[in-house]
C-alpha cells in the first residue's frame, strides 16, 4: 500500500490566487512527521513546510499552511496569493518517527502546479 | 555558501562503466542520505548515514556502494553501471535536533546520471 498519496495529475491557478494540493498518508506509527518539498524546473528540492503528528496547531510559514487533518490523514498544502514562481512540482513527503536520525522520507509521486498570469 | 553540494552535476557514461558521485555538506549534520529519483519524478530513499555508520540501507543492488569517509562528505560508487540507472540522484543531509522539532531534510543540487 502507498504511504503517501498524491492523486492530482496537475493543478492551474491563477495568479494572486489560493490553492490547495491533496496529500493523503498511511501509517500505523503514531509518531510522524510531514513535509512538503518543492520542486521547481531547476531541479533543486526545496523544503516549505513541516507538521508533525503531534502538533496542536496546522503549520504556517508565509503563504504556505497545511491543512492537517489526522482522522482523516490528510496534510494538504495551501498555497495563498500564488505567484509566478510557485510553478513547479510539489511532493507531500512523510518520516516515520519524530526523531531524524534513523528515519527516511517516503514521498508521493508529486504535483505540478502551474500558475497563470 | 552551498549547503549540500555534490559533484559532479552532469555525468554521462557507458554502460558497464563504473563511477563515483561525490556529496559534501557544511551544515555540521550527523546524517546524510542518498536518494534516486526516477524519470517519473519518484523519489526514492536509497541509503542513509549517521555519523559515518550505514543506517539505512534500502533494496538496491549491490552495484551501489556509498561510502563516508567523515560526517561531512557521502559518496556514492556505482559498479558496472546499466541503463535503468540513469536517474537523477540527490544527497540530502539533516540534524536530529530532538523530538517535536522538524529535523528536516536539506537536498543537494542533484546528479543527472545518463547511462548510453
Known amino acids: 500500500a502507498q504511504k503517501i498519496t498524491q492523486t492530482q495529475p496537475g493543478m492551474f491557478v491563477q495568479e494572486k490566487e489560493a490553492v490547495t494540493l491533496d496529500c493523503t498518508y498511511d501509517t500505523s506509527d503514531p509518531s510522524y512527521g510531514l513535509f512538503w518539498y518543492k520542486q521547481p524546473s531547476s531541479g533543486e528540492m526545496i523544503f516549505l513546510i513541516y507538521q508533525g503528528s503531534y502538533d496542536q496547531q496546522n503549520a504556517t510559514e508565509g503563504r504556505y499552511s497545511l491543512n492537517f487533518q489526522k482522522a482523516r490523514k490528510s496534510a494538504n498544502l495551501v498555497i495563498s496569493a500564488s505567484q509566478l514562481g510557485d510553478s513547479a512540482m510539489y511532493f507531500c513527503a512523510m518520516r516515520e518517527g519524530l526523531r531524524g536520525a534513523n528515519s527516511k522520507l517516503t514521498f508521493g509521486k508529486g504535483i505540478t502546479l502551474s500558475v497563470r498570469p | 555558501d552551498t549547503a549540500v553540494s555534490q559533484t559532479p552535476k552532469y555525468l554521462v557514461t557507458q554502460m558497464g562503466n563504473d563511477k563515483s558521485i561525490k556529496c559534501e555538506q557544511n551544515l555540521g549534520h550527523d546524517t546524510m542520505y542518498w536518494y534516486k529519483q526516477d524519470s517519473k519524478k519518484f523519489l526514492k530513499i536509497m541509503f542513509s548515514y549517521n555519523n559515518k555508520e550505514l543506517i539505512i540501507n534500502e533494496t538496491v543492488p549491490n552495484r551501489f556502494s556509498p561510502k563516508s569517509p567523515d560526517k561531512a562528505h557521502l559518496n556514492l560508487h556505482i559498479n558496472s553501471l546499466e541503463l535503468g540507472d540513469s536517474a537523477v540522484y540527490f544527497c540530502?543531509?539533516?540534524?536530529?535536533?530532538?523530538?517535536?522539532?522538524?529535523?528536516?531534510?536539506?537536498f543537494g543540487p542533484g546528479t543527472r546520471l545518463t547511462v548510453l
Open positions: 540530502a543531509s539533516s540534524q536530529d535536533l530532538g523530538q517535536g522539532r522538524s529535523n528536516e531534510q536539506f
